[in-house]
């Protein structure tokens, strides 16, 4: 009999949802019923992802304003009721359509991305752990040899924490998943048209493998963080 034990895996997008409402994974952990819920930024960033998708899947000659606009309506949600008031709830709309025209057809996001909204998962050794990532733009860099590459998230949440945890996750993510660092982040701010940009190197990667050992040392007891979840471990016969 052999017990196999359970391998914990880090998604992003619970990762951010652990920063933003760390009660619902209390409640969890409590045995109490979690709430499977969203607030408006969740919402606009789903549209958003699902738009860049649209638009990447497109030929590039049907790529337009229009097609962009297309995807946030058909993509946009009918609750208005979760943000701030009904002005909100359209400014939003206007905004994501506005920045998403800029980014996609105005030269700051790749016209043929290596990667384009795809969910990617590596076991990191040293950690010993899975990260699952949504990578929305990974792009050869124009600006460097044949292997160097750039990514890119178009964002809505750009406060410390969650670009601290984009650019460690990535960093890791990628020395595991392609051998080798991406030359730039990149987050573009899907509320006010920035752009943060972050230069990894060999320094940063061991703040960066610092700062995920901190982050699994810290995960709640959920299932939600569990490849294999159930107990502690589990037996094989």
Not at 46 to 51: E, K, Q, T, V
Request: glycine content about 4%.
């Amino acid at each position: 009999m052999q017990q196999i034990p359970v391998v914990l895996r880090v998604e992003d997008y619970k990762l951010e949802e652990l920063l933003r409402y760390p009660e619902r994974f209390a409640n969890n952990k409590a045995g109490l019923k979690r709430k499977n819920d969203v607030d408006w930024r969740q919402m606009v960033q789903y549209a958003a992802s699902h738009s860049v998708n649209d638009f990447y899947g497109l030929p590039e000659a049907a790529r337009s304003r229009a097609s962009i606009e297309a995807s946030v309506e058909q993509w946009w949600t009918n609750r208005n009721y979760k943000f701030h008031s009904d002005e909100h709830f359209l400014q939003m709309k206007q905004t994501l359509k506005e920045q998403l025209t800029s980014f996609l057809l105005g030269g700051s996001c790749p016209q043929t991305p290596i990667i384009f909204y795809e969910q990617l998962t590596a076991y990191v050794e040293e950690l010993d752990l899975e990260i699952s990532q949504i990578f929305h733009l990974v792009a050869v860099d124009p600006d460097g040899g044949a292997d160097d590459y750039i990514v890119q998230k178009l964002a809505v949440d750009v406060d410390e924490e969650s670009l601290s945890l984009l650019f460690h996750m990535t960093s890791v993510f990628c020395m595991s998943a392609f051998g080798k660092l991406p030359t730039r982040i990149e987050v573009l701010s899907l509320l006010n048209g920035k752009k943060v940009v972050y230069v990894p190197d060999e320094a940063s990667l061991e703040s960066s493998y610092d700062y995920m050992y901190l982050i699994k040392s810290l995960l709640p007891e959920a299932d939600v963080f569990k490849v294999n979840p159930g107990s502690s471990f589990q037996f094989v016969m």
